[in-house]
């Protein structure tokens, strides 16, 4: 099967810094598209940024210039600087990868990772 493990949630305070990072492992042919996106109670899970596997990249506008997606496609890793962080940021993260299993189909299928949470509190 296909996990994907996250790791570099925490507590932080306003105006500091936490990266994230994923990690896709188990039988699948390819990475496609990941992303990182972010949910608060009561509120839809919403895009924080996405990168391509040609490394094209987008983010939302809330957090352009503060927040930067990047991969190493060799580790199957996906991660996320996160800088200037502010209390708006606190939410449950996730994970995403776009992954087709088998060279025999041109299925793709996105996985998602259990969610890390990231508090930014003083």
């Known amino acids: 099967q296909v996990q994907l493990v996250e790791s570099g949630g925490g507590l932080v305070q306003p105006g500091g810094s936490l990266r994230l990072s994923c990690t896709a492992s188990?039988?699948?042919?390819?990475?496609?598209?990941m992303g990182w996106y972010r949910q608060t109670p009561g509120t839809q899970r919403e895009l924080v940024a996405a990168i391509t596997s040609d490394g094209s990249t987008n983010s939302a506008d809330s957090v352009k210039g503060r927040f930067t997606i990047s991969r190493d496609s060799a580790k199957n890793t996906v991660y996320l600087q996160m800088n200037s962080l502010k209390p708006e940021d606190t939410a449950i993260y996730y994970c995403?990868?776009?992954?087709?299993?088998?060279?025999?189909?041109?299925?793709?299928?996105?996985?998602w990772g259990q969610g890390t949470q990231v508090l930014v509190s003083s």
């Open positions: 188990g039988r699948f042919f390819s990475i496609y598209d």
């Open positions: 995403k990868a776009q992954i087709r299993r088998s060279i025999a189909t041109i299925r793709r299928d996105d996985y």
